[in-house]
Protein backbone atom coordinates (compact mmCIF):
# COMPACT_ATOMS: atom_id res chain seq x y z
CA UNK A 1 0.00 0.00 0.00
CA UNK A 2 1.29 3.60 -1.18
CA UNK A 3 2.40 5.82 2.01
CA UNK A 4 3.65 9.58 1.61
CA UNK A 5 5.12 11.28 4.11
CA UNK A 6 6.20 14.77 4.36
CA UNK A 7 9.13 16.67 6.78
CA UNK A 8 8.85 18.76 8.62
CA UNK A 9 5.24 18.84 9.69
CA UNK A 10 5.85 22.95 9.91
CA UNK A 11 8.65 24.99 9.23
CA UNK A 12 9.29 28.86 9.69
CA UNK A 13 11.81 31.07 8.10
CA UNK A 14 12.38 34.57 7.72
CA UNK A 15 11.61 36.12 4.53
CA UNK A 16 14.56 35.91 1.81
CA UNK A 17 15.51 32.70 2.85
CA UNK A 18 15.80 29.67 0.63
CA UNK A 19 13.95 26.41 1.98
CA UNK A 20 13.30 22.21 0.81
CA UNK A 21 10.78 20.57 1.42
CA UNK A 22 10.88 16.50 1.49
CA UNK A 23 8.15 13.94 0.39
CA UNK A 24 8.27 10.44 0.82
CA UNK A 25 6.63 7.88 -0.75
CA UNK A 26 7.04 4.06 -0.46
CA UNK A 27 6.30 2.40 -3.33
CA UNK A 28 8.32 3.66 -6.38
CA UNK A 29 6.46 2.42 -9.76
CA UNK A 30 4.89 5.80 -9.45
CA UNK A 31 3.42 7.48 -12.78
CA UNK A 32 3.82 11.00 -11.37
CA UNK A 33 3.91 13.39 -8.29
CA UNK A 34 2.61 16.38 -8.20
CA UNK A 35 3.23 19.48 -5.27
CA UNK A 36 0.73 21.60 -4.28
CA UNK A 37 -0.12 24.96 -2.12
CA UNK A 38 -3.14 25.08 -0.02
CA UNK A 39 -4.10 28.69 1.88
CA UNK A 40 -6.02 27.89 4.51
CA UNK A 41 -10.37 27.16 3.65
CA UNK A 42 -9.54 26.96 0.19
CA UNK A 43 -8.57 24.34 -2.38
CA UNK A 44 -5.32 22.91 -3.76
CA UNK A 45 -3.50 24.97 -6.18
CA UNK A 46 -1.07 23.16 -8.43
CA UNK A 47 2.68 23.98 -8.59
CA UNK A 48 4.57 21.25 -10.41
CA UNK A 49 3.84 17.93 -11.87
CA UNK A 50 6.86 15.66 -12.34
CA UNK A 51 6.11 12.82 -14.22
CA UNK A 52 8.29 9.38 -13.45
CA UNK A 53 10.70 9.68 -16.73
CA UNK A 54 11.83 13.29 -15.17
CA UNK A 55 14.13 14.23 -12.65
CA UNK A 56 12.90 18.00 -12.16
CA UNK A 57 10.92 20.11 -13.19
CA UNK A 58 11.09 23.94 -12.69
CA UNK A 59 8.69 27.43 -12.32
CA UNK A 60 9.87 30.61 -11.03
CA UNK A 61 10.99 30.53 -7.93
CA UNK A 62 10.26 26.60 -7.19
CA UNK A 63 12.59 23.64 -8.24
CA UNK A 64 11.42 19.90 -7.64
CA UNK A 65 13.12 17.04 -8.48
CA UNK A 66 12.23 13.24 -8.39
CA UNK A 67 14.44 10.25 -7.04
CA UNK A 68 12.23 7.15 -7.44
CA UNK A 69 14.48 4.46 -6.91
CA UNK A 70 14.96 6.23 -3.38
CA UNK A 71 11.44 7.20 -3.24
CA UNK A 72 11.59 10.75 -2.32
CA UNK A 73 11.08 14.22 -3.85
CA UNK A 74 12.02 17.69 -2.54
CA UNK A 75 10.23 21.10 -3.45
CA UNK A 76 13.54 23.74 -3.22
CA UNK A 77 11.91 27.60 -3.14
CA UNK A 78 14.48 30.40 -3.69
CA UNK A 79 13.77 33.50 -1.71
CA UNK A 80 11.09 32.74 0.34
CA UNK A 81 8.28 35.65 0.53
CA UNK A 82 5.67 36.13 3.13
CA UNK A 83 3.25 35.49 -0.02
CA UNK A 84 4.68 31.75 0.18
CA UNK A 85 3.04 31.17 3.64
CA UNK A 86 0.46 28.06 2.95
CA UNK A 87 0.86 24.08 3.32
CA UNK A 88 2.58 22.30 1.09
CA UNK A 89 1.04 19.12 -0.35
CA UNK A 90 2.69 16.43 -2.28
CA UNK A 91 0.67 13.73 -4.18
CA UNK A 92 1.45 10.31 -5.65
CA UNK A 93 0.22 9.15 -8.64
CA UNK A 94 -0.15 5.28 -8.68
CA UNK A 95 2.45 2.65 -7.23
CA UNK A 96 2.94 -1.09 -8.07
CA UNK A 97 0.36 -2.37 -5.92
CA UNK A 98 -1.98 0.74 -6.86
CA UNK A 99 -4.21 1.59 -9.04
CA UNK A 100 -3.14 4.26 -11.73
CA UNK A 101 -5.55 6.16 -10.88
CA UNK A 102 -5.32 6.68 -7.07
CA UNK A 103 -3.79 9.61 -6.16
CA UNK A 104 -2.01 9.34 -2.22
CA UNK A 105 -1.55 13.01 -0.64
CA UNK A 106 1.05 13.55 2.22
CA UNK A 107 0.26 15.22 5.04
CA UNK A 108 1.34 18.75 4.35
CA UNK A 109 4.03 20.96 5.57
CA UNK A 110 2.76 23.85 7.28
CA UNK A 111 5.19 26.75 5.51
CA UNK A 112 5.59 30.89 7.68
CA UNK A 113 7.68 32.99 6.13
CA UNK A 114 8.46 35.69 8.54
CA UNK A 115 9.01 39.33 7.67
CA UNK B 1 -10.71 29.04 -18.90
CA UNK B 2 -12.75 29.30 -15.79
CA UNK B 3 -11.45 26.89 -13.11
CA UNK B 4 -13.02 23.95 -11.17
CA UNK B 5 -16.28 25.04 -9.91
CA UNK B 6 -17.55 23.81 -6.84
CA UNK B 7 -21.38 24.49 -5.34
CA UNK B 8 -22.30 25.25 -2.61
CA UNK B 9 -19.44 26.82 0.09
CA UNK B 10 -20.49 26.19 2.88
CA UNK B 11 -23.53 23.69 3.94
CA UNK B 12 -24.61 22.96 7.69
CA UNK B 13 -26.43 19.60 7.87
CA UNK B 14 -28.01 17.50 11.36
CA UNK B 15 -27.16 13.76 11.67
CA UNK B 16 -29.30 11.95 9.20
CA UNK B 17 -30.01 14.03 6.70
CA UNK B 18 -28.28 13.23 3.51
CA UNK B 19 -26.26 16.06 0.83
CA UNK B 20 -25.28 16.41 -2.42
CA UNK B 21 -22.68 18.28 -3.74
CA UNK B 22 -22.11 19.55 -7.14
CA UNK B 23 -18.55 20.14 -8.70
CA UNK B 24 -18.16 21.60 -12.54
CA UNK B 25 -15.04 20.65 -14.08
CA UNK B 26 -12.69 23.07 -16.09
CA UNK B 27 -13.76 22.83 -19.92
CA UNK B 28 -12.55 20.17 -21.32
CA UNK B 29 -11.68 18.20 -18.87
CA UNK B 30 -12.98 14.57 -18.56
CA UNK B 31 -12.18 12.96 -15.21
CA UNK B 32 -13.27 14.49 -11.85
CA UNK B 33 -12.33 13.39 -8.59
CA UNK B 34 -13.51 14.08 -4.90
CA UNK B 35 -11.55 14.15 -1.93
CA UNK B 36 -12.15 14.44 2.08
CA UNK B 37 -10.48 16.79 3.86
CA UNK B 38 -10.20 16.35 7.68
CA UNK B 39 -7.93 17.71 10.48
CA UNK B 40 -7.05 14.13 11.59
CA UNK B 41 -7.06 12.04 8.42
CA UNK B 42 -6.01 14.67 5.80
CA UNK B 43 -6.78 14.68 2.12
CA UNK B 44 -8.87 11.26 1.11
CA UNK B 45 -9.44 9.73 -2.17
CA UNK B 46 -13.76 8.56 -2.54
CA UNK B 47 -13.56 8.20 -6.19
CA UNK B 48 -12.96 9.23 -9.62
CA UNK B 49 -15.07 9.61 -12.35
CA UNK B 50 -14.38 9.40 -16.47
CA UNK B 51 -16.90 9.62 -19.23
CA UNK B 52 -19.59 8.95 -17.04
CA UNK B 53 -18.41 5.70 -14.98
CA UNK B 54 -16.43 5.03 -11.82
CA UNK B 55 -13.04 4.11 -12.57
CA UNK B 56 -11.66 4.11 -9.19
CA UNK B 57 -13.37 4.11 -5.68
CA UNK B 58 -11.30 5.16 -2.14
CA UNK B 59 -12.15 3.20 1.11
CA UNK B 60 -15.61 4.63 2.15
CA UNK B 61 -18.25 3.35 3.19
CA UNK B 62 -21.67 3.18 0.92
CA UNK B 63 -23.29 6.36 2.16
CA UNK B 64 -20.67 8.13 -0.33
CA UNK B 65 -21.48 8.13 -3.79
CA UNK B 66 -21.32 9.84 -6.75
CA UNK B 67 -22.10 10.69 -10.28
CA UNK B 68 -21.14 12.35 -13.80
CA UNK B 69 -23.16 13.59 -15.81
CA UNK B 70 -22.54 13.81 -19.92
CA UNK B 71 -21.50 17.23 -19.81
CA UNK B 72 -18.65 15.73 -17.33
CA UNK B 73 -20.32 17.98 -14.48
CA UNK B 74 -20.31 15.40 -10.65
CA UNK B 75 -22.45 15.03 -7.88
CA UNK B 76 -21.49 13.39 -4.72
CA UNK B 77 -24.09 12.45 -2.04
CA UNK B 78 -23.90 11.15 1.22
CA UNK B 79 -26.81 10.04 3.10
CA UNK B 80 -27.06 9.75 6.68
CA UNK B 81 -25.07 11.94 7.43
CA UNK B 82 -22.81 11.50 10.64
CA UNK B 83 -20.76 13.97 12.62
CA UNK B 84 -17.78 12.36 11.59
CA UNK B 85 -18.31 13.42 7.75
CA UNK B 86 -17.62 17.36 9.02
CA UNK B 87 -15.16 17.72 6.61
CA UNK B 88 -13.81 19.98 3.54
CA UNK B 89 -14.91 18.00 0.18
CA UNK B 90 -12.55 18.65 -2.27
CA UNK B 91 -13.37 17.97 -6.19
CA UNK B 92 -10.18 18.06 -8.83
CA UNK B 93 -10.56 17.94 -12.39
CA UNK B 94 -8.23 16.49 -14.93
CA UNK B 95 -7.83 16.14 -18.56
CA UNK B 96 -7.77 12.39 -18.67
CA UNK B 97 -3.92 11.28 -19.56
CA UNK B 98 -2.10 9.71 -16.91
CA UNK B 99 0.06 12.67 -16.03
CA UNK B 100 -2.00 15.24 -16.52
CA UNK B 101 -2.02 17.36 -13.71
CA UNK B 102 -5.02 17.77 -10.95
CA UNK B 103 -6.94 21.01 -10.76
CA UNK B 104 -8.47 22.01 -7.43
CA UNK B 105 -11.85 23.62 -6.40
CA UNK B 106 -12.21 25.90 -3.78
CA UNK B 107 -13.98 23.04 -1.80
CA UNK B 108 -17.43 22.76 -0.09
CA UNK B 109 -17.29 22.72 3.68
CA UNK B 110 -19.62 20.43 4.89
CA UNK B 111 -20.35 20.91 8.97
CA UNK B 112 -22.77 17.97 10.27
CA UNK B 113 -24.23 18.69 13.54
Known amino acids: KQEVTQIPAALSVPEGENLVLNCSFT??????LQWFRQDPGKGLTSLLL?????REQTSGRLNASLDKSSGRSTLYIAASQPGDSATYLC??????????????FGPGTSLSVIP | KAGVTQTPRYLIKTRGQQVTLSCSPI?????VSWYQQTPGQGLQFLFE???????NKGNFPGRFSGRQFSNSRSEMNVSTLELGDSALYLC????????????FGNGTRLTVT
Open chain 1, 91 to 104: AVRGGMKTSYDKVI
Open chain 1, 27 to 32: DSAIYN
Open chain 1, 50 to 54: IQSSQ
Open chain 2, 27 to 31: SGHRS
Open chain 2, 49 to 55: YFSETQR
Open chain 2, 92 to 103: ASMSGGNNSPLH
